[in-house]
């Protein structure tokens, strides 16, 4: 594969970056992120049902202390991925939902409407759903957040795999329909699923969040004093009894998504500096002594780098970690189920069981279909661009693959190690089911419409019309989630949301 860059390279380094560009792609796939988040996920069911599980176990569970002198504070590792590395996944997530609030779909409130109200029916009947098994049922009834959430990873991964044949409109609702999703499972968590806080911590919290908005008012665009900040900010969150994965939706609300540079006036300097950079280079000299054309390209870099906002940058940055290393690490540490002396008969008898399997399969298209319906029969919103209602029950049933989220929420709702359990099996079954069946659905639909065109004799260029201009393929972070926030290079210069 010949890049177009490679005549700007030595001929000794192309072939190597030809390679780290073949592994940038790989690492913004979310089709392949999915992937590897799957793969996890089956390593430890199978390991879990094997003769390996307790030195699985131990494994996972052994502890790691960290301090100086008389102050130290222990963790399992297990206690590490779910409070530390989730609270980056968390961060990443935060990312998208601020540039969707920025640039993207969550900007126009009118034009985000439907997939807006489509989540909150998304969360609403899986609720109703789960609590018609389980009310009245003590520490069962608290697992009522389980079924509401939407793994971003699994179901725009699931949707990548159809590629052009689904229309842009889809992608566009489906994406923004999961970004609003996370943000109730954010408040779900927050509110419902955190201990009685601490209110010395939480002042404490409070004030660092406060110094994190001076910091962004003040047009603070480096990114360490902001990740300084923001472990500081960790700790007192994790101290204050709230879960401290909300840390990291926090400080990506305060992070600038706008420019140092002004990008107007930057054209113009950097092609000065370009020129100079030309005039300064001397043919046939060795560069290291070219000093002039060094400093001036190494002042451009260094410039042009600030040009990216800072939210842009640590978005690139986080994304591939996320997704093929936090996520992938969770499902290897979370979606250890094993049934042990319980039969599987028994598990699916469970109420709490039946209240995931269905709230995530039956309850999410449902929610998501009626109040789609409501609000397009009010003329409040319209179907998505090159969407029939075909294309938005796929999307629907999409909505029902809970994986990381679900999962989350079951660890945090349940202390009960058999309740857990059996939530963890509904989830996977549910997903599973609920991705085979969204993605059958839009396929058998997209082959419709492409056999109705040709048979019409327009073709596929139709098709192709539609949906060419769909937006690129939203990348994961770790739901898993998207780096849409890495497609705001341009928009996120021009329109700053300090």
């Not at 370009?274 to 001036?296: I, K, R, W």
Request: aromatic content about 10%; hydrophobic content about 50%.
């Amino acid at each position: 594969m010949k890049d177009k860059q490679d005549h700007l390279y030595i001929d000794e380094v192309s072939h190597h970056r030809r390679r780290y560009l073949k592994l940038v792609q790989f690492t913004q796939s979310s089709t392949k992120a999915a992937a590897v988040m799957l793969l996890a996920a089956v390593v430890a069911l199978i390991v879990a049902n094997s003769a390996l599980y307790p030195d699985f176990l131990s494994f996972w569970h052994a502890d790691i202390t960290v301090g100086f002198g008389s102050s130290v504070h222990t963790m399992s590792l297990a206690h590490v991925i779910n409070d530390i590395l989730m609270a980056l996944f968390f961060l990443s997530v935060g990312l998208e939902i601020k540039y969707e609030m920025a640039v993207g779909e969550l900007h126009d409130v009118r034009a985000a409407l439907l997939p807006i109200f489509a989540a909150c029916g998304g969360v609403l009947v899986p609720i109703v759903i789960y609590l018609a098994f389980n009310a009245g049922s003590g520490e069962a009834a608290n697992g009522w957040g389980v079924p509401t959430a939407t793994d971003i990873a699994f179901a725009l991964g699931i949707l990548a795999l159809l590629g052009s044949r689904v229309p842009s409109g889809i992608k566009v609702f489906l994406s923004t329909l999961a970004v609003a999703d996370d943000i109730i499972a954010i408040l779900v968590i927050a509110i419902f699923y955190g201990e009685s806080p601490d209110i010395g911590w939480l002042c404490a919290a409070a004030a660092v969040v406060a110094i994190l908005v001076l910091c962004n008012k003040n047009h603070v665009y480096a990114l360490v004093p902001y990740l300084l900040l923001g472990a500081l900010l960790w700790y007192c969150v994790f101290m204050s009894g709230i879960h401290s994965t909300i840390a990291g939706v926090l400080l990506a609300f305060t992070i600038p998504t706008g420019s140092s540079v002004n990008p107007h006036g930057f054209t113009h300097w950097g092609g000065a500096q370009v020129s100079h950079a030309h005039e300064a280079y001397e043919p046939g000299q060795p560069v290291l002594g070219q000093q002039d054309y060094l400093a001036t390209v190494a002042h451009l870099s260094r410039v042009a780098r600030q040009v990216v906002p800072p939210a842009v940058r640590l978005d690139h940055a986080l994304s591939p970690w996320v997704s093929f290393l936090i996520l992938p690490v969770f499902a290897l540490t979370n979606a250890d189920v094993s049934l042990g002396a319980t039969s599987f008969e028994t598990v699916i008898e469970s109420p709490v069981f039946l209240g995931v399997l269905l709230g995530l399969l039956l309850g999410k298209p449902i929610g998501i279909m009626a109040f789609s319906a409501f609000i397009i029969k009010i003329h409040a919103a319209e179907l998505p661009k090159g969407a029939n209602w075909m294309h938005m029950f796929g999307a629907s049933v999409l909505g029902g693959v809970g994986f990381t989220m679900a999962i989350f929420v079951a660890n945090l709702a349940f202390a009960d190690a058999s309740l857990i359990m059996t939530a963890k099996v509904g989830i996977l079954c549910a997903s599973t089911i609920a991705g085979v069946i969204g993605f059958l659905i839009l396929f058998f639909q997209a082959r419709r419409t492409s056999s109705k065109e040709g048979t019409d004799g327009t073709g596929s260029a139709a098709v192709e019309g539609d949906t060419n201009d769909a937006i690129a393929e939203p990348e994961r972070g770790a739901d898993g989630t998207s780096a849409a926030v890495g497609h705001g290079d341009d928009a996120g210069v021009e329109k700053q949301l300090q």
